[in-house]
């Protein structure tokens, strides 16, 4: 039996909400509505989750008729049974004669496209008439590989719309990754593009998709868009230009009438171990849940210019920038490029151009540009912001502060949103009218329920462990395609009755979550298990550290001892005076049993292609174990550096 997750660090600061936040957010309108008089008593009315979501729902989907709001059978949840409803009704035809924008694009060479939704119903109808000529039928598989440019939302959309399933692959992977997808989800039709622009050069896409698809026999066509007319190879039989095929299609199209719980879409996770698993997602309810959160968490409003900078290859672009801002009906950028190209201000020159009003991104981001300094920020006007969002890994709090002292100018509440590919949507977030502790998600939001449960299944009320889901919810997943047993074991069989998150967490004595990272990520240090981030955390609050990642090593006596791999800001000098400045930071601000044995420079750390640190494949190079497949690494040439490190 493993021991409990012990508890070190202590944030004391908070951070309430304006007034002014609090009365004009769209959450206080509804609680008003429902004469609920504060955020406790939402929280508690909501628990009656049937209730509660079939309230919320009038007001945000086009649900119509349904039998039951939810029918639970564990572990399979559906959600308004026997409705009739298609995600494409809410996200895109509701809209079909609007003139407002839906996405304002900036490419990276910096050409700037406004797309209306009016013009986004014709190119999607277009697209769908298109993939209906190539014979895709109702719950048939589209692979999608395909960068951060309107095409992507276009064609997951056009999918939804003739009732197929999309299998979006981040256009970061390599082509055996794409591969390894499209037959897993035996795709029978894939649309790429030529290349696109990332970093200042092209990446081959087209050529990428040709490799990955030698082997694969599912694939009948692939519809290539054209984005940088770079020369690609053409196979005649196989590949259509968008501008010749979809072009000439008619900009009206039919919305198949979808059951409610139909599938909408396979997304690939690649946990740390094991083959990626095919996450799916239906219709109506990860519609209704995508849509609540942004309006609730993001409070957007008719005029907002919402910017979720992750990419549309992961969940929260699927939820965040696609479906969700469509059936609200916002405005969002979409940037095709990377974030410090060319220069370490590019971010903060969209938000002042685009007069962004809401930002939404990963500490990882936030990390990276405290790295090259405020000095970036402060060349432009941000004052158009006024709410920011964190979403991927724990923020540590020095990282928060930073965002919101400098980017957020201390106006600006900071949404730490925890969620997963598996759960769609937010699930422990503040709202507008949350007090904020930084590094904190807060609480579960309204109709969600979350815990933390010890080893021994036994719930926690102040302190750490595993962190737990004890309700169903309406973006849950609905299982892994093709692995049922596998959906059990990994979620539903570690404790009896509840989800398994997979990570650790703990709650305090206000009932606010901080999130510790993977369960797999957990030190154990003379008898004490201690999540690894609260010690980079501890790290990252000294004033030289921009980033941290630590690993234990095996130690014949305290079990594990602790090595640091610290990453520093610009123009700090490194020597053994700072190494051991560190060790002593750490053993001050969280206590001598987990003070690091070594601390080890380097200038990057290994990272998944949605920036989180990869601790396993640190630790493998570190032991001079066998590393394993680093495909999946947006930079694996960090990981030689590793095992340089001094
Ligand atoms: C981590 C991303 C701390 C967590 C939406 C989770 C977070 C995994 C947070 C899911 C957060 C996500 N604070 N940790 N605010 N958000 N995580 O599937 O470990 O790419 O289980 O979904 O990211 O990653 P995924």
Redesign the pocket.
């Known amino acids: 039996m493993k021991k409990d997750v012990e508890v070190y660090l202590k944030e004391k600061r908070i951070f309430s909400p304006s007034k002014e936040l609090v009365e004009n957010s769209n959450v206080k309108k509804w609680m008003d509505k429902q004469n609920i008089k504060d955020y406790d008593a939402l929280l508690k009315k909501s628990q009656d989750i049937e209730w509660f979501w079939g309230e919320v729902a009038k007001d945000l989907i086009s649900i119509g008729d349904y039998e039951k709001v939810l029918d639970w059978k564990l572990p399979y949840a559906k959600w308004f049974t026997g409705a009739k409803y298609n995600i494409v009704q809410d996200a895109l035809d509701r809209h079909k004669d609007s003139d407002k924008i839906a996405y304002i694009f900036e490419g990276e060479p910096g050409e700037v496209e406004n797309t209306t939704y009016k013009q986004l119903y014709g190119e999607v109808c277009k697209l769908a008439n298109a993939l209906k000529e190539l014979g895709v039928k109702k719950g048939e598989r589209v692979g999608i590989y395909l960068p951060m440019i309107v095409q992507l939302p276009v064609a997951m959309l056009a999918c939804a719309k003739i009732g197929a399933i999309h299998s979006v692959v981040f256009s970061g992977f390599s082509a055996k990754a794409f591969q390894d997808r499209m037959i897993d989800c035996e795709a029978k039709v894939v649309i790429t593009c030529d290349s696109f622009y990332r970093n200042g050069k092209t990446v081959p896409l087209k050529k990428q998709t040709d490799e990955a698809l030698e082997k694969v026999d599912c694939v009948e066509k692939v519809i290539v868009y054209q984005r940088t007319k770079e020369e690609v190879s053409w196979n005649k039989n196989k590949d259509l230009w968008w501008h010749d095929f979809v072009e000439k299609q008619e900009m009206e199209c039919e919305t198949e009438k979808t059951d409610a719980n139909d599938t909408l879409f396979f997304l690939y996770?690649s946990g740390t171990t094991g083959k990626p698993k095919g996450i799916i997602h239906a219709h109506a309810g990860y519609a209704l849940g995508i849509s609540l959160t942004l309006k609730w968490v993001f409070d957007l409003k008719e005029n907002d210019v919402w910017w979720c900078a992750a990419d549309i290859g992961?969940?929260?672009g699927h939820s965040y920038i696609v479906y969700a801002p469509l059936i609200l009906g916002v405005t969002s950028l979409m940037y095709e490029g990377a974030p410090v190209c060319p220069q370490p201000d590019r971010w903060w020159e969209l938000i002042a151009k685009h007069k962004v009003s809401v930002l939404y991104t990963s500490p990882t981001a936030i990390r990276l540009f405290t790295r090259y300094g405020e000095e970036y920020p402060q060349k432009h006007d941000l004052s158009s912001l006024r709410l920011l969002g964190?979403?991927?890994?724990?923020?540590n709090p020095e990282a928060w502060m930073w965002y919101y002292k400098y980017i957020g100018n201390e106006k600006c509440q900071i949404m730490?949103?925890?969620?997963?590919?598996e759960t769609g949507s937010h699930v422990i977030a503040p709202l507008p009218i949350t007090d904020l502790k930084p590094g904190s998600?807060t609480k579960p939001l309204p109709g969600f329920s979350a815990a933390i449960f010890n080893e021994k299944g036994k719930e926690v009320e102040n302190g750490g462990g595993n962190l737990v889901l004890l309700k169903p919810w309406p973006g849950m997943l609905r299982g892994i395609y093709k692995e049922p047993e596998r959906y059990q074991k990994t979620y539903w069989d570690q404790f009896k009755n509840v989800y398994s998150?997979?990570?650790i967490a703990r709650q305090d004595k206000d009932g606010y979550f901080w999130?510790q990272?993977?369960s797999d990520d957990v030190l154990s240090v003379a008898g004490h298990r201690v999540g690894n981030s609260e010690i980079e955390s501890a790290l990252v609050s000294h004033p030289s550290v921009a980033e941290a990642a630590v690993i234990g090593k095996p130690h014949p006596i305290k079990g594990e001892s602790i090595t640091a791999y610290v990453i520093v800001k610009k123009g700090i000098k490194l020597n053994d005076a700072l190494k051991e400045e560190l060790r002593n930071h750490v053993a001050e601000e969280i206590g001598k049993i987990v003070k690091p044995q070594e601390v080890l420079f380097v200038s990057d750390l290994p990272k998944t292609r949605?920036g989180k640190i990869m601790r396993r494949i640190i630790k493998a190079k570190a032991l001079g174990e066998e590393v394993g497949d680093l495909s999946t690494l947006a930079n694996p040439e960090a990981v030689e550096e590793i095992g340089n490190a001094k």
């Open positions: 996770t992961w969940i929260t964190s979403v991927g890994e724990p923020i730490d949103t925890w969620w997963q590919t998600a998150a997979g990570d999130i990272g993977r949605s």
